[in-house]
């Protein structure tokens, strides 16, 4: 998509668990080549919220249109298969393969993610390409240099920027991170900041999902602040934070 188009409209999506309304009525749009942030405090709905646009968990209400089309009834492969990459809250990956391996077969092995459709895409091309294609991922993210290394041998930080790596060989449109600067430090949140900024200037759509607001501020174009399940405040990244009703919901809780 050119810069600037719309990539994905979200418009109020809605998820009920029993009694607990988990998302209330979220709306926000992105466009190619935007970062936006998604913030808000623990239990805000921010994970709920990716997993409604994803396809992992179905909605209770609302639409979702991503390049125009809607993905509100489609499964969470057909979801991935359109352009939508995600990571996960937590690390999954195969601590004791190889990085490469886990760019190019842990797709196989995981039932959410849409790397799946990318990896069937690229059995029939073999498997050479398929590790040829994992590499050159790799290497788009700066981790050339740790191919045969095992996974679980990796930095935290490191292991989060190969989740990154293993969703972009699925050639994402748009890609759903979840507090990918979660308990890394200062330096490695400079090198994924790095990752993110390039990947915004090839023209990626990001959402992302972080608590560290120095990280969130400079990187993001545009921020939502969730609490309890509703969309709290909207605006560029300075507007947000000056807002009151946010400082009260981080503050005043
Ligand atoms: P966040 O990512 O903002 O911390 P979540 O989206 O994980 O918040 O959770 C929002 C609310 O929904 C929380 O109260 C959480 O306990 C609840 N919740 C999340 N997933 C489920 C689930 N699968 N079943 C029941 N309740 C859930
Ligand atoms: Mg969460």
New binding site residues.
Partial sequence: PEKGSLVLEVEGIRKV??G?V??NDISFTLRAGEIMGLI??????????F?LITGV?PLTGGTVNFLGRRLDQLRSREIARLGVGRTF?HVQLLPTMTVLENVALGAHLRSNIGVLSAALHLERRGEAELLHEAARQLQRVGLGDYLYEQAGNLALGQQRILEIARALAADPVLLLL?EPAAGLRYKEKQELAQVLDQLRAEGMSILL?EHDMDFVMSLTDHLVV?DF?TKLAEGLPAEVQSNPAVLEAYLGG
């Fill in positions: 668990f029993g607990l988990a998302v808000g405090p623990n239990g805000a709905g921010k994970s709920t919220t997993n968990l809250q979840d999902v969730m399940g």
